[in-house]
């Protein structure tokens, strides 16, 4: 920081209690405290930068987690950068990896970030955003610059990450291009003069080196936001495709909004410190409220609409929450649901693998938890056993609130 100082105002805490809400780590707090103090007195928007490697084209709620907090700067007035690592994502990242990551063509990398602003503008303001790439100031640099960027930092401070540091303990492998990659990321911060780079939690090495690299070419170094990931429906895991615990961006309404409405009350509040554009005095009161008596189904709703909203449009909200009114509180049965026919050879399918083979559990074991849990019903019967065996016939299955398929057994 310069050698000036300048007032902590209100208005200040009040930025900064926002930006920290829900985050894991904040380095160094007290200096961003002075960044949104002088951009405060002078009007001079700070620079909060986002890298992304177009590694897949699509997003889910976890992901939009950093999304969010650079919604909130936004709404702050400071400048958001949304930087889409075309040039990284050839070499790829090895955070948080035991293996060698292969590097991305180039067409798979260009294909992916056809869909990544598009999908991440549903939560940034576009008019307020600055795109770039980082292949901008990443090619011309050179086997010259990077040479001289090597030079800048030390290979026994890159072999302090964890993930590299197993890999050697194990034996494992270590290509020479993985190590250039935090100092290209850091580089980018150079190059766009960020005064605060945000990333999720197994980032914080990387954005660490892209404050040393700052202090090397005379700037000022920035300061690091780190983001937790976001636990799934089942409230353990990380929100993940693969785990089946995901709520995507590009759901149909009334399955985000019946998503959303699955998690526990508990995980609700993390999700609002999270996923919510509330501010933080309106939260406290809802706090209030639901500790005073309120139902906190009735607070619920009131998040999966704002997530709906966001997603789709207001109207959808409404209409999903209509929908899932009219069907979870008064029992009535969706119009339209997903149609299976199963051959059996007339001699009928397991509770179990029925539930798998619909679709309406991610594997036989998740089926006979759903049951042993209460959670399943066939033609609105609750099932009990297990072990059930579903004859042959035609039949309306229902898993938790929001799982419906009608299946024909032949």
Same mark, same amino acid.
């Given at each position: 920081?310069?050698?000036?100082?300048?007032?902590?105002?209100?208005?200040?805490?009040?930025?900064?209690?926002?930006?920290?809400?829900?985050?894991?780590?904040?380095?160094?707090?007290?200096?961003?405290?002075?960044?949104?103090?002088?951009?405060?007195?002078?009007?001079?928007? /700070?620079?909060?930068? =986002?890298? *992304?490697?177009? %590694?897949?084209?699509?997003?889910? @709620?976890?992901?939009?987690?950093? !999304?969010?907090?650079?919604?909130?700067?936004?709404?702050?007035?400071?400048?958001?950068?949304?930087?889409?690592?075309?040039?990284?994502?050839?070499?790829?990242?090895?955070?948080?990896?035991?293996?060698?990551?292969?590097?991305?063509?180039?067409?798979?990398?260009?294909?992916?970030?056809?869909?990544?602003?598009?999908?991440?503008?549903?939560?940034?303001?576009?008019?307020?955003?600055?795109?770039?790439?980082?292949?901008?100031?990443?090619?011309?640099?050179?086997?010259?610059?990077?040479?001289?960027?090597?030079?800048?930092?030390?290979?026994?401070?890159?072999?302090?990450?964890?993930?590299?540091?197993?890999?050697?303990?194990?034996?494992?492998?270590?290509?020479?291009?993985?190590?250039?990659?935090?100092?290209?990321?850091?580089?980018?911060?150079?190059? /766009?003069?960020?005064? =605060?780079? *945000?990333?999720? %939690?197994?980032?914080?090495?990387? @954005?660490?080196?892209?404050?040393? !690299?700052?202090?090397?070419?005379?700037?000022?170094?920035?300061?690091?936001?780190?983001?937790?990931?976001?636990?799934?429906?089942?409230?353990?895991?990380?929100?993940?495709?693969?785990?089946?615990?995901?709520?995507?961006?590009?759901?149909?309404?009334?399955?985000?909004?019946?998503?959303?409405?699955?998690?526990?009350?508990?995980?609700?509040?993390?999700?609002?410190?999270?996923?919510?554009?509330?501010?933080?005095?309106?939260?406290?009161?809802?706090?209030?409220?639901?500790?005073?008596?309120?139902?906190?189904?009735?607070?619920?709703?009131?998040?999966?609409?704002?997530?709906?909203?966001?997603?789709?449009?207001?109207?959808?909200?409404?209409?999903?929450?209509?929908?899932?009114?009219?069907?979870?509180?008064?029992?009535?049965?969706?119009?339209?649901?997903?149609?299976?026919?199963?051959?059996?050879?007339?001699?009928?399918?397991?509770?179990?693998?029925?539930?798998?083979?619909?679709?309406?559990?991610?594997?036989?074991?998740?089926?006979?938890?759903?049951?042993?849990?209460?959670?399943?019903?066939?033609?609105?019967?609750?099932?009990?056993?297990?072990?059930?065996?579903?004859?042959?016939?035609?039949?309306?299955?229902?898993?938790?609130?929001?799982?419906?398929?009608?299946?024909?057994?032949?």
């Amino acid at each position: 920081m310069s050698g000036r100082t300048y007032p902590i105002t209100a208005e200040v805490v009040r930025a900064l209690a926002l930006v920290l809400r829900g985050c894991d780590e904040l380095l160094i707090e007290a200096e961003f405290a002075q960044k949104l103090a002088r951009s405060a007195a002078t009007g001079k928007p /700070l620079r909060c930068k =986002l890298g *992304l490697d177009p %590694t897949a084209p699509d997003i889910h @709620l976890g992901h939009t987690v950093v !999304l969010n907090k650079l919604r909130q700067l936004q709404d702050l007035g400071h400048t958001v950068i949304f930087l889409i690592g075309d040039f990284t994502s050839m070499i790829g990242d090895p955070s948080g990896r035991n293996t060698l990551r292969p590097p991305l063509s180039r067409e798979e990398i260009e294909a992916n970030a056809k869909t990544y602003f598009d999908q991440a503008a549903l939560v940034l303001d576009r008019t307020k955003t600055e795109i770039r790439y980082n292949s901008e100031w990443s090619l011309p640099l050179g086997s010259d610059g990077l040479i001289r960027l090597s030079a800048k930092y030390t290979l026994a401070r890159l072999l302090e990450r964890d993930d590299f540091a197993r890999r050697m303990a194990s034996g494992q492998p270590i290509a020479m291009h993985e190590l250039l990659y935090p100092l290209m990321q850091g580089y980018d911060s150079v190059a /766009l003069h960020a005064d =605060l780079e *945000l990333g999720g %939690t197994d980032q914080k090495f990387n @954005l660490l080196v892209g404050r040393e !690299l700052q202090r090397h070419y005379g700037q000022e170094p920035q300061c690091i936001l780190t983001m937790p990931l976001l636990e799934g429906l089942d409230g353990v895991e990380k929100m993940s495709k693969s785990k089946g615990n995901y709520v995507g961006i590009t759901e149909p309404p009334f399955e985000m909004f019946g998503k959303v409405m699955s998690i526990s009350d508990e995980q609700m509040w993390r999700w609002y410190d999270l996923l919510s554009m509330r501010g933080n005095d309106e939260l406290a009161a809802l706090r209030r409220q639901v500790a005073e008596g309120r139902n906190p189904r009735d607070v619920k709703v009131l998040l999966a609409k704002e997530i709906v909203t966001r997603f789709h449009s207001a109207r959808a909200a409404d209409q999903a929450e209509f929908e899932f009114m009219a069907r979870f509180k008064a029992g009535a049965i969706p119009n339209e649901m997903p149609e299976f026919t199963f051959a059996t050879g007339g001699k009928g399918m397991a509770i179990a693998q029925l539930l798998k083979q619909a679709a309406l559990a991610p594997s036989t074991s998740e089926a006979i938890r759903n049951v042993e849990q209460g959670g399943v019903r066939i033609d609105g019967s609750k099932v009990a056993d297990r072990a059930l065996l579903v004859q042959p016939g035609t039949y309306v299955v229902q898993v938790g609130k929001r799982k419906w398929a009608r299946v024909a057994l032949t």
